[in-house]
């Protein structure tokens, strides 16, 4: 680290079950809590890490944090050097969203780390679209504050139907997005509309699933099959009826696609070197 550089997040994470490891990363603005039913579901099999970005949920915001993609990858390397047994020890990553974004960078810069790859409503580059869907956002919390902002992320993250019938989920966004937390949201955002992976996917190697909600209206289902068109061996599934936040949605679903597909990787591959 150099003079001007910021200090290393310490990095909270949620840590259950035992069995192969497999971090799950959330996204842009939400926290570990996102993923409890599908832990629940994935801990009798599988030892799961659930952290919180740095300036997320209960992990700290070290001064001069720049938000880049770069800086997460570091943050995430120090935690599964902590975490798992040999520093080297390749893992299972999921991501959801801007999670899914930061994903394919560690399967990409790190491939020794990366076991293998889940893709939730993710995407290759952050899209006009998902920049306009982003930028509502702000919008929304400028014009009408932390409860417009909230009336806007319900419309938008979560599929109609379902929302209309889990009214709780509106109390529980409630809590989340505090003023200090769209701040956060807001300059890590900004660093997303730069996301661009495009020309590097052909390149992966890490088995991959990639799961989309068709319902989806923040990042167009159409990632999905470019995805899976770009990534070489990957597999796609659709889910009708599902909007963006699919693990809260469909924890169950999500649990079950994640756990097959590990168990298909751990059957079908020896575990690398760990040298």
Request: charged share 25%; hydrophobic share 35%; net charge negative.
């Given at each position: 680290m150099t003079a001007g550089d910021p200090a290393p997040a310490e990095l909270f994470a949620r840590e259950s079950g035992t069995g192969p490891t497999v971090?799950?990363?959330?996204?842009?603005?939400?926290?570990?809590?996102?993923?409890?039913?599908?832990?629940?579901?994935l801990a009798p099999d599988l030892r799961v890490l659930a952290p919180d970005f740095r300036?997320?949920?209960?992990?700290?915001?070290?001064?001069?944090?720049?938000?880049?993609?770069?800086?997460?990858?570091?943050?995430?390397?120090?935690?599964?050097?902590?975490?798992?047994?040999?520093?080297?020890?390749?893992?299972?990553?999921?991501g959801l969203?801007?999670?899914?974004?930061?994903?394919?960078?560690?399967?990409?810069?790190?491939p020794g780390?990366?076991?293998?790859?889940?893709?939730?409503?993710?995407?290759?580059?952050?899209?006009?679209?998902?920049?306009e869907v982003v930028q509502s956002w702000q919008t929304a919390f400028r014009e009408g504050g932390e409860e417009g902002l909230l009336l806007r992320l319900i419309k938008d993250l979560y599929d109609r139907d379902w929302a209309e019938s889990?009214?709780?989920?509106?109390?529980?966004?409630?809590?989340?997005f505090t003023e200090p937390k769209v701040g956060v949201v807001a300059r890590?955002?900004?660093?997303?509309?730069?996301?661009?992976?495009?020309?590097?996917?052909?390149?992966?190697?890490?088995?991959?699933?990639?799961?989309?909600?068709?319902s989806d209206v923040v990042?167009?289902?159409?990632?999905?099959?470019?995805?899976?068109?770009?990534?070489?061996?990957s597999e796609l599934r659709l889910y009708r009826e599902t909007g963006h936040m699919m693990p809260i949605e469909k924890p169950r679903e999500t649990a079950?696609?994640?756990?097959?597909?590990v168990s298909k990787v751990e059957k079908a591959t020896p575990s690398p070197p760990t040298t």
């Amino acid at each position: 680290m150099t003079a001007g550089d910021p200090a290393p997040a310490e990095l909270f994470a949620r840590e259950s079950g035992t069995g192969p490891t497999v971090l799950l990363l959330h996204g842009l603005g939400g926290d570990h809590s996102i993923w409890t039913e599908v832990i629940e579901q994935l801990a009798p099999d599988l030892r799961v890490l659930a952290p919180d970005f740095r300036g997320h949920g209960r992990s700290s915001l070290p001064p001069q944090s720049t938000f880049s993609i770069e800086e997460f990858e570091s943050d995430l390397l120090r935690l599964l050097a902590e975490r798992t047994e040999r520093s080297s020890h390749p893992v299972h990553v999921v991501g959801l969203s801007a999670g899914a974004f930061l994903a394919l960078r560690l399967a990409h810069d790190h491939p020794g780390r990366v076991r293998s790859l889940v893709l939730v409503n993710g995407a290759a580059y952050c899209d006009p679209h998902t920049k306009e869907v982003v930028q509502s956002w702000q919008t929304a919390f400028r014009e009408g504050g932390e409860e417009g902002l909230l009336l806007r992320l319900i419309k938008d993250l979560y599929d109609r139907d379902w929302a209309e019938s889990h009214l709780d989920i509106v109390e529980r966004m409630r809590r989340q997005f505090t003023e200090p937390k769209v701040g956060v949201v807001a300059r890590w955002a900004e660093q997303l509309t730069r996301f661009d992976m495009r020309g590097q996917l052909a390149r992966l190697r890490a088995p991959t699933l990639i799961l989309q909600g068709m319902s989806d209206v923040v990042i167009d289902p159409s990632h999905g099959r470019f995805l899976r068109q770009s990534i070489p061996g990957s597999e796609l599934r659709l889910y009708r009826e599902t909007g963006h936040m699919m693990p809260i949605e469909k924890p169950r679903e999500t649990a079950d696609a994640i756990r097959d597909h590990v168990s298909k990787v751990e059957k079908a591959t020896p575990s690398p070197p760990t040298t």
